[in-house]
C-alpha cells in the first residue's frame, strides 16, 4: 500500500496494546507459506520484520524456518513480542522505528512487514531495504482488510458509526475495488523507488468468525480508535452492541481481504 500521507498515529497501536495483540488476526498458513517459498527463505535466513506489532506474522514465519529480527517501536507491544517469543531464541525482538535501524549493509535475505510499512517514510523505505538485503533479497509487504459478510449489517453499522468513528466504516460496494486502487499505488510507489523488480502479488480471502465483544476490540486496534477516550470507547461499545442486537447478531462473520506483495532486490 502506498505510504500514509501522515504518519502521527504509527505508535497509536501501543495505547491499546493488549487488545492489538489479542483482537488483530495473525497471518495465516498459507499466505505465509507463499511469502517464503517466493523468496527463496530456509531455515537460519535471517530476516528482518518492520512494525511486528506483538508478533501476528513473526511467529508463523518464524515457524517457517528463518530467524526473524522483529523491529517494533512501541514499548508495549514490544514487551508483549518479546513475552510471546521468550523460548524462541529464533526471534530477536529490538526497538526503534525503521527509519533509524542500523545494521550492516547485505545482513538479510528478506525484509518484511505486516500492517506497518505505510507507517515508514517512503524517502527512506525502499532504499533502505534494498541495503539491507543481500543479492536476491527480497522485500514482502502484507496488509488485511476485514468486513462484515453480512453487506446489511456493515451498513447499519456505517449508519451509526460512521460520522464519530470512520475507522469502523467499510463500503460493500466498493471495499475490494478501493483494496486493489491503493495496492496498485503502492505498486507503483515500489517501483519508482528504482530498486526492485519482478513483483508478484496476490489476494486472498478468509474468515473471522468474532464475537461481538471480539469485533468491537478489532475495531479498536485501527489507529484512529485507538486513542479515543474512555467516554469515547463506551459510546463506540454502545453502538455497536446496539446494531447487533437489532440484527439478531451473536457473533459477526468477516471476510477477511488479504493482500501479499513481493518483489525481489535490484541487481545495481
Known amino acids: 500500500m502506498k505510504a500514509n500521507t501522515r504518519r502521527d498515529n504509527k505508535l497509536a497501536f501501543d495505547e491499546v496494546a493488549d487488545v492489538y495483540d489479542s483482537a488483530r488476526p495473525g497471518i ?22 518492520v512494525g511486528a506489532g506483538s508478533g501476528q506474522l513473526t511467529r508463523p514465519l518464524r515457524a517457517a524456518g528463518p530467524d526473524v529480527t522483529a523491529l517494533e517501536p512501541g514499548d508495549r507491544l514490544r514487551a508483549l513480542l518479546a513475552k510471546h517469543a521468550a523460548d524462541d531464541l529464533g526471534i530477536t525482538v529490538t526497538g526503534g522505528f525503521f527509519e533509524d535501524y542500523t545494521a550492516p549493509d547485505a545482513s538479510f535475505a528478506a525484509v518484511v512487514s505486516a500492517n506497518a510499512w505505510q507507517w515508514v517514510d517512503p524517502s527512506v523505505s525502499y532504499a533502505k531495504a534494498a541495503d539491507l ?6 522485500l514482502a509487504l502484507v496488509w488485511n482488510f476485514p468486513i462484515v459478510a453480512d ?3 456493515q451498513l447499519a453499522l456505517n449508519e451509526v458509526l460512521g460520522q464519530d468513528y470512520p475507522d469502523a466504516v467499510r463500503d460493500p460496494a466498493t471495499h475490494l475495488s478501493g483494496i486493489e486502487t491503493r495496492a496498485a499505488e503502492g505498486r507503483a510507489e515500489l517501483a519508482a523507488s528504482g530498486r526492485f523488480e519482478a513483483p508478484w502479488w496476490q489476494f486472498s480471502t478468509d474468515t473471522l468468525t468474532l464475537t461481538p465483544d471480539a469485533y468491537y476490540d478489532l475495531l479498536l486496534s485501527y489507529a484512529n480508535a485507538a486513542v479515543l477516550d474512555d467516554t469515547a470507547r463506551t459510546d463506540l461499545f454502545h453502538r455497536i452492541r446496539t ?15 488479504l493482500y501479499a506483495v513481493v518483489a525481489r532486490k535490484t541487481d545495481q
Not at 32 to 46: E, F, K, N, W, Y
Not at 133 to 138: I, N, Q, S
Not at 243 to 257: C, E, F, S
Request: glycine share 8%.
Open 28 to 49: 495465516p498458513h498459507h499466505l505465509v507459506t507463499s511469502l517464503v517459498r517466493i523468496t527463496h527463505l530456509a531455515p537460519g535466513d535471517q530476516v528482518l520484520e
Open 133 to 138: 538485503l543481500t543479492e536476491g533479497g527480497h
Open 151 to 153: 453487506p446489511a449489517l
Open 243 to 257: 446494531v447487533l442486537t437489532a440484527h439478531g447478531a451473536d457473533t459477526v462473520t468477516m471476510d477477511n481481504v
